[in-house]
């Protein structure tokens, strides 16, 4: 299923072992993991509130961010390409891939040639890593 800016994959298996298995299949695009984000832990202990398991990974491809940060410096706002895993039920876990395309077409960054460029690497690598864990 895709969003308007996000491919979306349902994935059997609990949060750990979906995140395991996510972030082989970035690898296998050339992404890292530069962060991890456990949403639901941090409301419980910022605000005391109760959410399911809620992951926030930020990817990053080294050489395509390089690229889009020598054109426009300001685009390390729109960095890095989050992907999020979420439990939807007991051993089920949902993940969505950012689009690049969409973040780099921001106001006026899809003006941009290399942006455009580098966006479009950069999610043809999402495309894959959501088809090869779907898969």
């Keep these: 299923m895709a969003g308007k800016f996000s ?3 349902t994935v059997k298996g609990s949060m750990d072992a979906v995140i395991e298995r996510v972030t082989a299949v970035l690898a296998e695009q050339k992404f890292g993991i530069l962060t991890r984000i456990d949403v639901d832990e941090t409301l419980k202990r910022k605000i005391g509130a109760d ?3 809620y992951v926030i990974l930020g990817a990053c491809n080294p050489e395509l961010a390089h690229r889009a940060l020598e054109a426009m410096p300001e685009i390390g ?8 895993v979420e439990e939807t039920a007991p051993g089920e876990c949902r993940v969505r891939f950012i689009d690049p395309r969409a973040m780099m077409s921001f106001q006026d960054l899809g003006q941009n040639e290399t942006l455009q460029r580098v966006g479009a ?8 890593a959501a088809a090869a864990l779907a898969g």
């Design 121 to 128: 690497e950069a999610a043809e690598g999402m495309a894959r």
């Design 51 to 53: 959410f399911r398991p």
């Design 7 to 9: 491919t979306d994959v």
């Design 77 to 84: 706002l729109l960095l890095p390409c989050n992907v999020t």
